[in-house]
């Protein structure tokens, strides 16, 4: 079965630099949550997306901006990268039923180091 | 807001033992509640999903149980084995918004052989 797609699954940046983390969800799912799980840290919700428009925002950096497109997948922009910003950042998809219901699928995630 | 908790934070079984990890959650209006795996710098792999009107969920070794009301989801793992070394999160679905998930902290398992 096909799963959710992060790519890359690392990424190695200096500060200051910028970042775009990509995400494919499971074909015909409707929705798409980004996490960031800090060292030794719980995952922390940023962003999602249903049906293309953003749908909810958590603890997410005015730094970072994220997007879905025409083909359902997502990006998200980190600029400006600050040494915290290392952490595993996860991409999670799912349908939102009717009483939403439906389990989140999360990717492998991209590790992201700042230097 | 929704708060977990999970207890305890670690914890570490002669190999064979029974074993229950706790989770409480502040918000009963919840749409579901996942408990994941996690090996270390690893990725998060979806263990059992309870959905709110359901009191557990069984998959092999692994029984969830779910008190919505009181806040609380237990998962059992029986016969422990060296391989179910992990941290075990748990984390619930809100029903506002978008419905994300929120995760508790994590009970970091050893089992020892």
């Known amino acids: 079965a096909a799963g959710v797609i992060q790519s890359p699954r690392h990424l190695i940046k200096e500060k200051r630099e910028t970042a775009t983390l990509k995400c494919y969800p499971i074909?015909?799912?409707?929705?798409v949550y980004w996490y960031q799980q800090g060292p030794g840290q719980d995952p922390q919700f940023l962003i999602s997306?249903?049906?293309?428009?953003?749908?909810d925002k958590g603890s997410i950096p005015d730094r970072f901006s994220a997007q879905q497109f025409s083909d359902y997948h997502s990006e998200l922009n980190m600029s400006s990268l600050e040494l915290g910003d290392s952490a595993l950042y996860f991409c999670?998809?799912?349908?939102?039923?009717?009483?939403?219901?439906?389990?989140?699928?999360f990717g492998p995630g991209t590790r992201l180091t700042v230097t | 807001k929704q708060e977990v908790t999970q207890i305890p934070a670690a914890l570490s079984v002669p190999e064979g033992e029974n074993l229950v990890l706790n989770c409480s959650f502040t918000?009963?209006?919840?749409?579901?509640l996942q408990w994941f795996r996690q090996d270390p710098g690893k990725g998060l792999t979806s263990l059992l999903l309870?959905?709110?009107?359901?009191r557990e969920q069984t998959s092999g070794r692994l029984n969830a149980s779910l008190d919505k009301s009181s806040g609380r989801s237990t998962l059992y793992i029986a016969a422990s084995q060296p391989g179910d070394s992990a941290t075990y999160l748990c984390?619930?679905?809100?029903?506002?918004?978008?419905?994300?998930?929120?995760f508790g902290q994590g009970t970091r398992l050893t089992i020892n052989p």
């Open positions: 918000d009963s209006a919840i749409y579901n």
């Open positions: 309870i959905q709110s009107s359901q």
């Open positions: 984390a619930v679905r809100g029903i506002q918004g978008a419905q994300k998930l929120v």
């Open positions: 074909p015909r799912h409707d929705t």
């Open positions: 997306f249903y049906e293309k428009m953003q749908s």
């Open positions: 999670a998809s799912s349908l939102v039923l009717g009483d939403g219901g439906g389990e989140q699928y």
